[in-house]
C-alpha cells in the first residue's frame, strides 16, 4: 500500500549530507516528492535521483515543464532562438510549448540540457547541481541587516530581484560591427549577380571557417566589420565581379555561440555560466541572480586574461542611463563583484530617501544630487549629518554619535555673473563640499508645518476661514485679503481679536479686542469707485479704521450683520392663480398670507386636498387644515412658514378610487355621506382572497386610515373625493399536516397519561 508523502520530508530527503542543499527550480518541487517517493527507504546518499530517473520523471509529468515555459517571460519563436544560439535543436522544446502534439514526451539529454539551459531545470550529467549554503544574503525588500539607517533601502539592490527577463541578451536582429567571432559561431555567406551563391561556415574550434573555391580563413577575434574587409579581398581572388562591382556579398550570424564565463564575488550564485557571446556585464550578474547586500555597486571588475579590461559603475547606468562600460564578455571572463566600499544614507525631505555607496571622492553634494536632490518642501537652511565618532574619542558605554551642522547658502555670484563654482547649485542652494564617511546619516529637514509655525488665523463671514503664515509686519487687512475677503452679510463695522497674554498666572488664555473696520475691507469697487456690499447697515467710509498689526498666533473673528439672512424661498403649486416661488417677506409669516401673494384659489381647487411638505430637518408631509387656515387667519391652522416649505393644491376629484382584493377594481363617483361599503360594492364586492379587517383609505391631502375593530364595536373610514380604497390580500394558509397534526396530539395524550399514572401511584 502506497503511503501519502510530506513535501517538507522529502525535501529533507533530498538533501545531501555533504552540508550542500539542492537547488530545485518552482516546478521542481513537484517533481522531487515523487523522487522521495521512489527512494523511500533508502539511504539519504542513494535518493539522489539519477539522469535515467529524472527523464522517467519528467515524462510523466511534462505538464509542469509546460506551465513553467508558459510563466517564463519569452515567446516561443524568442525560446527557439536562444536554443539556436546555444548550439541546440530551435525544435526541442516544441513538446512541450505545443498542447496539441500527441504522443509519448521525448526526453533525451539534449532536451534537458535544453531545459537547464532556460533555468526551468537544473540537471547536469552526474544528477542535480549542488549549491554552496552560502550563497549571500538576500534582502527582503524594505529590510536592511543591522547597522543600516531605519528602513531605508540600499539604492539599487533591487535591480536584478525577481523572475524577469529584464537583463537577458537580444537574440534576435544583427550584432553591432564591433561583434568579434569566436569558435562557436555560425556564418552564413550569401553571393549575389554573376554568381549566386549560399555558403553556412561554422567556425571551428581553432577559429578559422572553410569556404569552397576560397580556401581557409582564420577570423577569430576578428570583428564583422574586420570580416568583411577580410572577404572582400580574398572572394576577390576567386570571384572577378567582387572586384568589378557586378558580384555583391553579404555576411551575416546565422547563430550565436555561447561563452563560459565566471561570475564571482558578492552575487547571490557565484559561479561559472554559459551566455550568449552577445552578453554583457549585466547579464552575467542577472544570471548569477544579482548583487548581495554586501557588495560593491561602484566598481565591478571584468578580467581577461588576467588583466582589468573594465570596471562598471552601476550608478552610471541607474542614475544616469551610461551603459558605455557595460562591455560585451568574451569567453572565459571573470567578472568579480568587491565587497562594499563607504555607504552613506541619506532620509528627509529628498526625492529618493535610501542608502547610497559614496566613492572616495565624492562629497555630500553628490549624495544629495544621487537621492535626487531636494523636495520642494526641504527647509534649506542646515543639514545634518550624523556621524560615528572615531574609536579613539568615544567614551565608555553605547557607540555615540556627533552632529554635523552644514549651513546653506545662496551661491554667491563672480563678476561676470555666472555663479561661483563649476556645478550648478542645488535648487538654488550651494553646498559645502564636505566629505563623507562610512555609516554617515544625513537628513534633510522639511520646512515647519503649520501647526508648529507662527501662524494667524481667521474665522466667521470670510470667504476663506483657516490659519495662515505669519510675517512680520502682517496686518488685519492682509489677513483679510488672504482670506478672499468677508462674505456677503459681514459686518464691517468692528471685528474681535483674540490674542494670547501676557500675564497667565489667574488662568487666562486669551485678550480679546475689538478692532475697527471699514468699508474698505470689501475689497470690490464699482466704477465710480464705490464700495459694493449687501444692502444692510452702513459701514464707516473708506480710510477710517486704522490699521490693525498682528501678532503671531492672533485669531481674528469677522461677525455677522446682526439678525441678517438673505431671501428665503418657499414653493405654492397646483390650484393658485399664480403659482411659483416667493420669497418670505419676515420670520413668522403664515400660510394665509402667501395663499394671498399667490393670488388665492381657483374654483377647481380642492382646499381639503391640500399637501403642505416641510424641507427642514427632512420633516416631510405635514397635516394642514388649508380650509379652516383661510377662514381663520393666524388661527392654530394658519401655520408659520420656514425656508424651503411647499404647498400643493389639487385639483377637485369627484371619484374614489378602489383597488386591490375586490372582484371589479374601478373609481366609483364620490357620493357625500357615503361610507366605505358602498364604494367596495360599486367595485364588485370584496374578491375571496380579501383580508377585510385591514382596508385602508388614502385621501388627496395624502393622510391615510384604516379600519378599526374592538370587541363587537368596528369604525371605517369615510372616504372623500379623490381618495384611494385599497383591500388588501390575506395571506395564504397553509394546508394541515394531518400526520403532524396526530403525532402532536399522540404526544400531548402521552404525557397526560404519564402525569395521571404518576399522581395515582404516590402514597
Not at 300 to 324: F, P, Q
Not at 515 to 544: C, K, N, W
Amino acid at each position: 500500500m502506497e503511503q501519502p508523502v510530506n513535501p517538507r520530508a522529502a525535501r529533507r530527503a533530498l538533501a545531501p549530507r555533504c552540508g550542500a542543499v539542492l537547488k530545485l527550480p518552482a516546478p521542481a518541487v513537484a517533481l522531487a516528492i515523487l523522487v522521495a517517493a521512489l527512494g523511500a527507504g533508502k539511504p539519504a546518499s542513494a535518493q539522489i535521483p539519477s539522469p535515467t530517473q529524472v527523464q522517467q520523471l519528467i515524462r510523466q509529468n511534462s505538464g509542469l515543464i509546460r506551465q513553467r515555459i508558459q510563466q517564463y517571460g519569452l515567446t516561443q519563436d524568442q525560446i527557439r532562438q536562444r536554443l539556436q544560439a546555444a548550439g541546440l535543436s530551435p525544435n526541442l522544446l516544441d513538446q512541450f510549448m505545443d498542447s496539441t502534439l500527441t504522443g509519448p514526451t521525448q526526453v533525451s539529454a539534449e532536451t534537458m540540457r535544453a531545459l537547464d539551459l532556460l533555468g526551468l531545470w537544473n540537471v547536469q550529467a552526474e544528477g542535480l547541481e549542488q549549491v554552496r549554503v552560502d550563497t549571500g544574503l538576500v534582502v527582503p525588500r524594505g529590510v536592511l541587516p543591522e547597522g543600516e539607517t531605519g528602513a531605508l533601502r540600499l539604492f539599487g539592490l533591487d535591480l536584478f530581484r525577481g523572475r524577469t527577463t529584464l537583463f537577458q541578451p537580444i537574440l534576435s536582429g544583427p550584432v553591432p560591427p564591433s561583434y568579434r567571432l569566436g569558435p562557436g559561431d555560425l556564418l552564413v555567406l550569401v553571393l549575389t549577380g554573376d554568381v549566386e551563391l549560399v555558403h553556412e561556415l561554422a567556425v571551428s574550434r581553432e577559429g578559422s571557417v572553410l569556404i569552397p573555391q576560397v580556401g581557409q580563413l582564420f577570423v577569430s577575434s576578428l570583428t564583422m566589420e574586420q570580416l568583411g574587409s577580410l572577404l572582400r579581398e580574398r572572394l576577390g581572388r576567386a570571384y572577378s565581379g567582387i572586384r568589378t562591382g557586378t558580384t555583391r556579398f553579404d555576411v551575416t550570424i546565422a547563430r550565436l555561440r555561447t561563452n563560459q564565463v565566471y561570475v564571482v564575488g558578492e552575487v547571490t550564485q557565484p559561479g561559472a555560466y554559459q551566455l550568449a557571446s552577445v552578453a554583457t556585464v549585466l547579464n552575467a550578474i542577472y544570471a548569477a541572480g544579482g548583487l548581495t547586500e554586501r557588495a560593491n555597486f561602484r566598481e565591478i571588475t571584468v578580467r581577461r586574461r588576467g588583466e582589468v579590461v573594465s570596471t562598471l559603475d552601476l550608478y552610471d547606468y541607474l542614475l544616469r542611463g551610461d551603459s558605455k562600460r557595460d562591455v560585451i564578455l568574451e569567453q572565459g571572463d571573470v567578472v568579480f563583484v568587491p565587497l562594499r566600499g563607504i555607504r552613506a544614507s541619506i532620509s528627509g525631505a529628498v526625492t529618493r530617501p535610501a542608502v547610497y555607496e559614496i566613492q572616495p571622492r565624492e562629497t555630500l553634494e553628490d549624495l544629495i544630487r544621487a537621492a535626487g536632490g531636494f523636495r520642494p518642501d526641504a527647509d534649506l537652511k542646515r543639514i545634518a549629518v550624523h556621524r560615528l565618532v572615531p574609536a579613539a574619542d568615544r567614551a565608555p558605554g553605547p557607540v555615540p554619535r556627533a552632529v554635523v551642522d552644514v549651513a546653506l547658502k545662496a551661491p554667491a555670484a563672480s563678476h561676470d555673473g555666472a555663479a561661483d563654482g563649476t556645478r550648478d547649485p542645488v535648487r538654488g542652494m550651494a553646498v559645502p563640499p564636505l566629505g563623507l564617511l562610512d555609516g554617515d546619516s544625513v537628513v534633510v529637514d522639511s520646512v515647519t508645518e503649520p501647526a508648529v509655525s507662527l501662524t494667524v488665523s481667521v474665522v466667521g463671514m470670510v470667504r476663506k476661514a483657516g490659519s495662515y503664515p505669519w510675517r512680520e509686519g502682517m496686518t488685519l487687512r492682509d489677513l483679510v485679503m488672504l482670506a478672499r475677503g468677508p462674505l456677503v452679510g459681514a459686518d464691517l463695522r468692528e471685528a474681535e481679536l483674540a490674542r494670547l497674554p501676557q500675564e497667565r498666572t489667574g488662568g487666562q488664555l486669551a485678550e480679546v479686542l475689538r478692532v475697527p473696520l471699514d468699508s474698505s475691507y470689501l475689497f470690490e469697487r464699482e466704477t465710480g469707485g464705490q464700495y459694493l456690499g449687501a444692502a444692510g447697515l452702513s459701514f464707516p467710509p473708506a480710510g477710517s479704521a486704522p490699521e490693525v498689526t498682528l501678532e503671531p498666533y492672533d485669531q481674528v473673528t469677522i461677525f455677522r450683520q446682526p439678525q441678517f439672512e438673505l431671501q428665503q424661498p418657499v414653493h405654492v403649486t397646483g390650484e393658485v392663480r399664480t403659482p411659483g416661488t416667493y420669497a418670505l417677506t419676515r420670520k413668522g409669516e403664515r400660510l394665509s398670507e402667501l395663499l394671498k401673494r399667490a393670488g388665492g384659489l381657483l374654483p377647481t381647487a380642492y382646499a381639503e386636498g391640500a399637501r403642505f411638505y416641510r424641507s427642514r430637518e427632512s420633516i416631510g408631509r405635514v397635516d394642514v387644515d388649508l380650509r379652516r387656515a383661510l377662514e381663520r387667519p393666524e388661527s392654530a391652522a394658519d401655520v408659520n412658514l420656514q425656508p424651503g416649505d411647499s404647498l400643493d393644491v389639487p385639483v377637485y376629484l369627484p371619484t374614489v378610487r378602489v383597488e386591490g382584493a375586490v372582484n371589479s377594481p374601478t373609481s366609483v363617483l364620490y357620493r357625500e355621506g357615503a361610507g366605505l361599503d358602498y364604494y367596495i360594492d360599486n367595485a364588485g364586492g370584496f374578491a375571496r382572497n380579501a383580508d377585510k379587517g385591514r382596508v385602508s383609505v388614502r385621501y388627496a391631502n395624502g393622510s391615510a386610515r384604516v379600519t378599526s375593530k374592538f370587541l363587537i364595536f368596528s369604525s371605517s373610514p369615510k372616504p372623500g373625493p379623490g381618495s384611494v380604497v385599497t383591500v388588501p390580500a390575506a395571506p395564504p394558509s397553509e394546508p394541515l399536516n394531518v400526520t403532524s397534526f396526530l403525532a402532536s396530539v399522540a404526544q400531548i395524550l402521552a404525557s397526560t397519561v404519564a402525569i395521571v399514572v404518576l399522581l395515582t401511584t404516590r402514597p
